[in-house]
Structure formats: structure tokens, C-alpha cells
């Protein structure tokens, strides 16, 4: 028996990355009511705020901005961050947040995932780790944001090696957005280490292949030829919009819940909606993608849900 199939855990969601995004799409799940784990590659939670540990990393804009992933409903209310808050004070906030919902248990740290294939036949994700873990989902939300590579590539030593990660290089690893700084870097470079995953969707078709020219998405969180495989917070997001990977969240969990509530277990996007987006995203990437203050008007967003494809697994489209 392989290593593959020996003592795999059978969860609803597999969650990749605990920075605010991941923490908040493990938060939902659970409240949903799905089962789910969230996987981390380093020895604590936080994302960005874990691993560059330099005082002066700050929240791109202010902190009650950026907290809408932590909302009232979370209980941010009872204790918010001062506008000013340096990255200790961060990590310990959202070390905070994870305990007082309880969501510490559904963590896996020091796991880093090293393959993710899908199974047409089954409807779901089997996830290897470089430990030899394997885990087995019927979704899987890749919130690993949209950095070119890993964050522990491009800040130094790493976190465990007490070196002291600047806010320069390594200070886009867990802001989820195509922010300013990211929209230098050109189309190709959002693809993020969802490429280094080693992503592979239906008939094997591999991530970092057909993202070879850049990433091609439907809103900013899935790509056609993967089923159940979701991105929020990844490329192709509104930029610099701080809340965005948060209303991202909880555009993928509300389709989920359509999906279990009609009996329909593969969730996909078709190409024509994709290809909507990407043009529209490649068209606007250097100036922006709002209008106004407004993100602009398109067929793909008018009924967004309506995009996606649901069917029975065995049965896709």
C-alpha cells in the first residue's frame, strides 16, 4: 500500500497557508459547517506577520482596514489593533484570534505540501506533504497569496534560524492583493507560489504549466481545468483593497454551500468566464482595475455565481 493512500484523513476543505486569509477561510469553513485543516509550512500562524519579523512591518493601510478578515464577528471588536501596530503586535493579535475561536486544533504547522492532484472519478484532492503526510478533500483553498516565490526565499534566513525578516523583499508574501508594489513585478509574477505547489487538475494538467504565460482566473479565486480548487487571496484580486481576500472568502465558502445545498460536489469555472476575466485583469494591471472607486462592470461579474459549473463527481462538464 503507498504512502498515498495509507491513513488519509477524509476532511470537507484542505486549507493551505495560516496568514489572515487562510485563518479566516478555516474560520468559515468550520461556521459553515464543513470540515476542514489548514496546513502551514512554518512553526506558528500569521502568514506575513509570522515570518517577517522586523518592527517596522506595517499593515499597508490602516489596521481597521485590514482587520475586516477579523471582524465583529470574530470578536475583533472587543479588542482591536492601534492604527500604528508594528508586527508583534500583529502576530500576537492573530495568535489571539485563533485560540479564542478555537481554530488552533484544525492547524498542521511545519507541513509544507508538496503535490496536490485532483481524481476526476471522486470529485476531490489528494495532498501530499514533504513530510509524507497525505490528506485527502473534497475542496482544497490554496490561500498562499500571490508572492512570485516563497516568502522563505526572498527574506533572509529563515524565521526558525532567528534571522530577522526585513519588510523589504519579502514584504509582499501575505498581502493577497495585487497591490502597487506587486503591479511592477508584471502579469507573470502573480502567479505566486501556486505554481511551486505542484498543482495538478483534471487529466493531469499541471498549474505551472498552463499558467506558464501568466495566471488565467475567474475573479481572482479559481482557474478552469481545476475543479475544487480555490485561490482567494491569490493574483488577479482588486488592488489595493485591503478587504478584498476577505469578500473573496466569503464569495468561495457561499458557493460551497450552494453546492452541498443542491447535491452537487465538483464546483468548476468555464473557460469563456475565465478568459472574460484574465482579459479584463491584463487589460487594466498597470492602471487599475477600478473605475471611479468602482470595480468596472463586466459580464463575468454580473452574475458571478452563475459562472460556476456544478455537477455530480464523475459527472463534469
Not at 526558525?160 to 519579502?170: K, L, V
Not at 508574501?173 to 511551486?196: E, K, M, Q, Y
Request: aromatic residues 8%.
Amino acid at each position: 500500500m503507498t504512502g498515498l493512500t495509507r491513513r488519509q484523513p477524509e476532511v470537507d476543505m484542505l486549507v493551505i497557508g495560516a496568514g489572515t486569509t487562510g485563518l479566516y477561510q478555516l474560520y468559515r469553513a468550520r461556521a459553515a459547517g464543513f470540515s476542514a485543516l489548514l496546513l502551514e509550512a512554518g512553526l506558528g500562524v500569521g502568514g506575513l506577520w509570522y515570518w517577517n519579523n522586523s518592527f517596522e512591518a506595517r499593515f499597508e493601510t490602516d489596521s481597521g482596514m485590514r482587520g475586516h478578515l477579523f471582524s465583529a464577528e470574530l470578536g475583533a471588536g472587543r479588542e482591536r489593533l492601534p492604527e500604528d501596530a508594528g508586527q508583534p503586535e500583529i502576530e500576537r493579535y492573530l495568535n489571539h484570534l485563533v485560540d479564542r475561536h478555537e481554530l488552533r486544533d484544525d492547524i498542521r504547522l511545519d507541513t509544507r505540501v508538496r503535490s496536490a492532484v485532483y481524481d476526476d472519478p471522486t470529485g476531490t484532492w489528494s495532498v501530499l506533504t514533504g513530510g509524507g503526510a497525505a490528506y485527502r478533500a473534497r475542496y482544497v483553498v490554496a490561500a498562499t497569496g500571490a508572492l512570485p516565490v516563497p516568502l522563505s526565499e526572498t527574506a533572509g534566513a529563515g524565521r526558525g534560524a532567528g534571522g530577522t525578516r526585513s519588510s523589504g523583499s519579502g514584504a509582499f508574501g501575505d498581502i493577497g492583493v495585487c497591490g502597487g508594489g506587486l503591479l511592477a513585478l508584471g502579469d507573470r509574477a502573480l502567479g505566486g507560489t501556486l505554481t511551486g505547489l505542484g498543482v495538478r487538475g483534471r487529466d493531469g494538467l499541471r498549474l505551472s504549466g498552463y499558467w506558464a504565460d501568466g495566471p488565467r482566473t475567474y475573479l481572482g479565486v479559481m482557474t478552469a481545468g481545476f475543479p475544487n480548487f480555490f485561490f482567494p487571496g491569490g493574483p488577479h484580486g482588486v488592488p489595493d483593497d485591503p478587504r478584498h481576500p476577505g469578500d473573496q472568502v466569503d464569495f468561495v465558502t457561499g458557493a460551497l454551500v450552494h453546492a452541498r445545498a443542491s447535491g452537487r460536489e465538483v464546483v468548476e469555472v468555464g473557460l469563456a468566464a475565465e478568459e472574460e476575466w484574465t482579459d479584463l485583469v491584463r487589460g487594466t494591471l498597470v492602471s487599475s482595475l477600478l473605475d471611479g472607486g468602482r470595480p468596472r462592470r463586466s459580464s463575468a461579474t454580473d452574475d458571478a455565481l452563475g459562472a460556476f459549473i456544478f455537477s455530480e463527481a464523475g459527472r463534469a462538464a
